[in-house]
C-alpha cells in the first residue's frame, strides 16, 4: 500500500473511552474499544466522528493519487501534504480513545475481536486478492508481514497493549521519540508485524494518551482556523518546492535511513522534523474539522469498513487498467479521480455496507471467550433487577 488507518474508542467528555455506535444505535465489538466521547445529551460526540470520516476520506483520495503522481508535480506536492498528516492524525486520535485501556479481560477481548480478528481475515484477503490479480502470484499467506492497509491493525494493536507502559513512565513522549530515533538506524528491524513503521509511529499514539479534551478545544478556536489556511497553504508551496528534492517516504515512516539512502544521523533528525511538521498539519486539520452534526457525522462509526474495503478497489484499479487512458492524468481526470474515491469510501461508510459485513469486520466471538466472575456478578444483578433468576441458579 501506499501508507495508511484507524479505530478509536471515546472517553468520556473528562476522561476516555473508544468506539464508535452503529448507524442502528448498538457498539460493535470493534468499535466498542474506541467509542467517541458522549455529549451531554448523551449523543456522540460529533467532532471525533466528522473527524474520522474525513481522514479515511483523505486516506482514499491518496490511494487514488498514487498512480497520478508520475509526470505531476503538483499531484506529487498534495499527495506528500496528506501523507504527512492523515495518518498521525488517526494514530493521535486513536491514542487519545485508547486512555482507558487496562488490560482487563474485557478489554482484552474487545482488542482480538476488534483488532485481531479481522487482521487476520483481511491480510488473508489482500493475500489472495493479491496473487488473483497477478501483482505477487507466488505470494504467501503470512499472519507476520501485513500487507497493504493492514499495518495499521497490527500497530494498533500492538500500541494498545502497550499502553499501561506509557501511563507509568515518566517521560512517556521524550521515551517513544527516542525509540522512533533509534528505529531508524536499524535496517534489520525486518518486516515482521511491519514493526518499523510501527515504532516509527509510536509517539504519535503516545501522544494522543496524553491529550485531553481541552487540547482539543484549543485548535478548534477560530483564530486557529483562520491561521491553519496560510500555514496549510505554506506546506503545499514547501511541497511543491521539495517534490524534485526530497523523497516523500520520510512521512511513510516504513524504512530505516540506509534503506533511503541517507546517512544514519539523518534518520532521528527527520523523525523530529517529520514530527513536527505532522503536528502542525494535524491542528490545522483538525482545526477544519466541524463540531457539529453534518449529514456525514453518522458515517464516523463506520470508517473501519472504508478503510478496509476500499484497498481491494484502489489495488483492482490498477490491475483493471483504470488509469490507462491519458486523460486521467490531465488536471480533469485528477478531479474525477478524486471525486470517484471521495463517493466511494463514503459509500462503504454507509450502514447498508457495514451490515451484512458486520461479522466478520466486527465479530462479536463471545463463545471463544470465558465470562470472568465480575461479569457474571453484573449480569446476575441486571437479571434480578429485571425480576429474572439469575441464570445458573435453579429453584429450591
Not at 24 to 49: I, M, N, V, W
Not at 306 to 331: I, T
Not at 379 to 384: D, F
Request: with cysteine.
Amino acid at each position: 500500500m501506499s501508507e495508511d488507518t484507524l479505530r478509536m474508542r471515546p472517553v468520556p467528555a473528562t476522561a476516555s473511552a473508544s468506539a464508535p455506535a452503529t448507524a442502528s444505535g448498538s457498539a460493535s465489538a470493534a468499535e466498542r474499544t474506541e467509542q467517541p466521547a458522549r455529549e451531554p445529551s448523551g449523543q456522540r460526540d460529533a467532532f471525533f466522528d466528522n473527524a474520522k470520516y474525513l481522514a479515511i476520506v483523505l486516506v482514499a483520495v491518496g490511494h487514488a493519487w498514487e498512480p497520478l503522481r508520475d509526470g505531476s508535480r503538483a499531484v506529487s506536492a498534495l499527495y506528500m501534504v496528506v501523507y504527512a498528516f492523515h495518518m498521525p492524525a488517526f494514530i493521535i486520535v486513536s491514542g487519545y480513545f485508547s486512555r482507558s485501556f487496562d488490560a482487563g479481560p474485557g478489554r482484552i477481548r474487545r482488542l482480538v475481536t476488534g483488532l485481531a480478528v479481522p487482521y487476520v481475515v483481511f491480510e488473508t484477503a489482500y493475500t489472495l486478492f493479491t496473487r488473483w490479480t497477478d501483482q505477487e502470484p507466488d505470494r504467501p499467506v503470512s499472519l507476520l508481514d501485513p500487507l497493504y492497509l493492514t499495518w495499521f491493525l497490527a500497530a494498533l494493536f500492538i500500541w494498545r497493549l502497550t499502553t499501561p507502559v506509557w501511563r507509568q513512565v515518566r517521560w512517556p513522549l521524550p521515551l517513544a521519540l527516542v525509540i522512533a530515533m533509534l528505529a531508524t538506524l536499524s535496517p534489520s528491524i525486518g518486516n515482521d508485524l511491519d514493526l518499523q513503521r510501527t515504532l516509527q509511529f509510536l509517539p504519535y499514539f503516545v501522544l494522543g494518551l496524553l491529550l485531553r479534551p481541552e487540547h482539543f478545544q484549543l485548535v478548534r478556536r477560530r483564530a486557529v482556523r483562520v491561521l491553519a489556511v496560510p500555514v496549510f497553504g505554506g506546506a503545499v508551496a514547501v511541497a511543491y518546492w521539495a517534490v524534485p528534492r526530497m523523497t516523500g517516504a520520510w512521512f511513510y515512516h516504513r524504512d530505516s535511513a540506509e534503506e533511503l539512502a541517507a546517512p544514519s544521523w539523518y534518520g532521528p533528525v527527520m523523525t523530529l522534523v517529520t514530527f513536527g511538521c505532522s503536528l502542525v498539519l494535524v491542528a490545522c486539520f483538525l482545526a477544519w474539522v466541524p463540531g457539529r452534526r453534518a449529514w456525514f457525522t453518522v458515517l464516523g462509526a463506520g470508517t473501519l469498513y472504508g478503510y478496509l474495503l476500499h484497498g481491494f478497489v484502489a489495488q483492482g484499479s490498477k490491475y483493471g487498467g483504470w488509469y490507462d487512458p491519458a486523460w486521467v492524468h490531465r488536471p480533469v481526470g485528477v478531479i474525477v479521480v478524486t471525486v470517484v474515491a471521495a463517493v466511494l469510501v463514503t459509500a462503504l461508510c454507509t450502514p447498508p455496507v457495514r451490515r451484512p459485513l458486520r461479522w466478520v469486520v466486527e465479530p462479536e466471538a463471545a463463545w471463544a471467550f470465558r465470562r470472568d466472575a465480575r461479569e457474571r456478578a453484573r449480569e446476575q444483578a441486571r437479571e434480578r433487577s429485571a425480576g429474572r433468576r439469575p441464570s445458573g441458579v435453579t429453584a429450591g
